[in-house]
């Protein structure tokens, strides 16, 4: 009996369970198209830190210079720096509590942004602001390049491609935490 | 007496009235206030219509803020459920214009199955209902000081109830792999804004939503279909949703490093944050309201993100003492509850807050506790501080962020 009254709660649970469905359901709906190719190709625009979905292509500090300075000075600053929207650059050392203490202490590219690659992923989703998807391959690479020299991460002379942007070390990736409960 | 003749001017006005209204959005109470003080019993009223309105006395909107947010007037809501068109809003790149016919949901990456489903793909599994929260993480923004209606306070959190199909139907229909641990959920906005999300939570409650308030989700808040994941912070429940990726890794992208974290006092930079955590706001009395003394409910909405309610304690004497608030049930699990305490005010000076308990135990902080683990820069995000309402000798009211 007792037994029985143990298996009562495991077997609701194994009912209500993610990997069993009701008994009126069919194990395949058969509902939805199978992806093609290309219209995959035009939506998976997502980069992982490990570097997988980087594109083909290049682009070098210097050329980033000049897009960054014709498409994203206006709105992000000479330099990165003091832009409406925030500095991208010329931030002060990794300082997490310094943050905490102060929202002026500016959150930059270089004391916050964990992986480059998330940069690369940004600006190719969202940006320029008012026209955003405009940029290639080749000109993300130099524009996120250039934002990593503005930062001190990379030399005037590199070249970010998919195997050297994953490379960039970033300083602020290892004071990255997962939540636990704080009040 | 010829009753045509008392009928025709009276009703012509109205609905001129009534169409200049709807063409202008403006509540125009005075003419119609001096039509109706013509005994409504004594004439036809408006006819039946295929779009129902507000009283033309009732002025109720959202308050937008930033250029990018607009927030529910909380203080002049009753009940749970937030009216589907006073649903807080906040956008990364404005509202995109989807057709909804048109519009395809792309699952793909860690499965046996690549499918793309089409709305009407997704209105053909089980419909699964159920409301609850959404709030925006960055929900503290008390910027008018003492003056800041509860809108400012915590204006991003609204109501609804949400109709859709379990994400985890899908995923069971594509066939995870085992490899899997994470799934990007992508919107189709200007801002192709995406968050990574663990494949526990995508299994658990996870809805793919098409209804909101028993209609087709509102432009504003993702139609055709948005993520919905009960109790989660606002930005992961991504709207114009058009791709789900099942990955074996979080992609780290902007919304989840450089946004929606929190730098902490302990050197550490704090990130999935996923959570909600419990909070409340008294609603009645507040500011901008001002009350006379005596006998009145003080009333207010808690929600947790980690479940139920379990109570709300209220204080009408400045923290010193509190009591326990009555419950409006049912209370549902991630929702906006209503709590009620009978009060008489006897013309004192004083101030009221409240303070909500969840399921798990977890009570609302004061700013103080909050200020233990994250500093004044930690914010925006997360911040659910106990408030309250200074109530001034002259029935005045001003917020104070105490607790």
């Known amino acids: 009996m007792k037994a029985f009254s143990l298996l009562v709660p495991a077997l609701v649970t194994l009912i209500l369970g993610v990997s069993v469905f009701a008994a009126d359901e069919p194990a395949r709906w058969l509902i939805g198209q199978p992806v093609g190719a290309q219209q995959l190709q035009k939506i998976d625009i997502d980069v992982l830190p490990d570097g997988r979905g980087l594109p083909e292509g290049q682009g070098a500090v210097t050329e980033g210079r000049v897009i960054y300075d014709t498409q994203c000075a206006a709105c992000h600053g000479a330099d990165g720096i003091g832009g409406s929207y925030g500095s991208l650059a010329g931030g ?39 026209k955003p998807g405009s940029l290639s391959s080749d000109e993300l690479y130099a524009v996120t390049g250039y934002l990593l020299f503005l930062n001190g991460l990379i030399s005037a002379d590199s070249i970010m491609s998919a195997s050297t942007l994953p490379d960039v070390a970033m300083p602020a990736r290892d004071y990255f935490t997962t939540a636990g409960s704080t009040p | 007496m010829d009753k045509s003749f008392q009928n025709k001017p009276t009703l012509n006005r109205r609905q001129l009235l009534r169409s200049a209204m709807s063409s202008t959005g403006i509540a125009l109470a005075t003419p119609l206030a001096q039509a109706s003080s013509l005994d409504p019993t004594k004439q036809q009223g408006e006819s039946a219509s295929s779009l ?58 860690l499965v046996e199955r690549q499918l793309s489903f089409s709305v009407a793909d997704l209105q053909r599994f089980p419909a699964v209902t159920r409301s609850c929260f959404i709030e925006c993480s960055g929900n503290y923004f008390p910027q008018a000081g003492d003056r800041s209606p509860p809108h400012m306070i915590c204006g991003m959190t609204s109501q ?98 450089s946004k929606y974290t929190e730098p902490m006092l302990d050197g550490t930079i704090r990130q999935f944050s996923f959570e909600i955590e419990a909070r409340s706001i008294i609603t009645s009395p507040a500011y901008p309201y001002t009350i006379a003394p005596g006998w009145r409910e003080i ?10 309610i379990k109570g709300v304690e209220v204080s009408t004497d400045g923290g010193k003492s509190w009591q326990n608030a009555s419950l409006q049930g049912p209370i549902l699990s991630k929702s906006h509850t209503r709590f009620g305490l009978p009060w008489h005010w006897d013309g004192q000076p004083t101030t009221l807050l ?7 135990g977890y009570t609302q902080p004061t700013l103080a506790e909050i200020y233990k683990t994250r500093g004044p820069g930690s914010g925006p995000y997360h911040f659910n501080p106990i408030t309250g309402w200074d109530i001034h000798k002259d029935g005045e009211i001003r917020f104070s962020p105490t607790g």
Request: aromatic share 8%; charged share 20%.
């Open chain 2, 52 to 109: 129902g309105a507000r009283s033309p006395e009732i002025e109720i909107n959202r308050k937008p803020a930033f250029g990018v947010v607009s927030l529910t007037p909380l203080e002049q809501l009753h009940g749970t459920i937030t009216p589907a068109d006073l649903h807080f809003e906040r956008h990364h790149a404005g509202i995109p214009a989807l057709n909804g016919e048109h519009h395809e949901l792309v699952l793909h990456g």
């Open chain 2, 299 to 308: 009333r207010g909405i808690a929600w947790s993100g980690r479940g139920k």
């Open chain 1, 92 to 130: 002060g050392p990794v300082d997490p509590a310094a943050m905490a203490e102060d929202r002026s202490y500016q959150r930059t590219i270089g004391n916050y942004w964990p992986y480059a690659t998330s940069l690369f992923d940004y600006i190719r989703r969202a940006m320029p602001y008012n």
């Open chain 2, 354 to 360: 409240s303070r909500a308990i969840d399921e798990t």
């Open chain 2, 160 to 257: 609804s109830e949400w109709t859709g199909v379990s994400l985890a139907t899908l995923l069971r229909e594509a066939g995870v792999k085992p490899s899997a641990s994470w799934l990007l959920a992508e919107g189709s906005d200007a801002a192709i804004m995406a968050r990574s999300i663990p494949l526990a939570k995508a299994l658990d409650d996870a809805l793919i939503v098409y209804a909101q308030n028993g209609e087709p989700l509102r432009p504003a808040q993702g139609y055709p279909i948005r993520l919905l994941l009960p109790g989660w912070e606002g930005n992961t429940n991504v709207k114009w949703l058009r791709r789900l990726e099942v990955l074996d890794a979080p992609t780290m992208n902007r919304q989840e490093t």
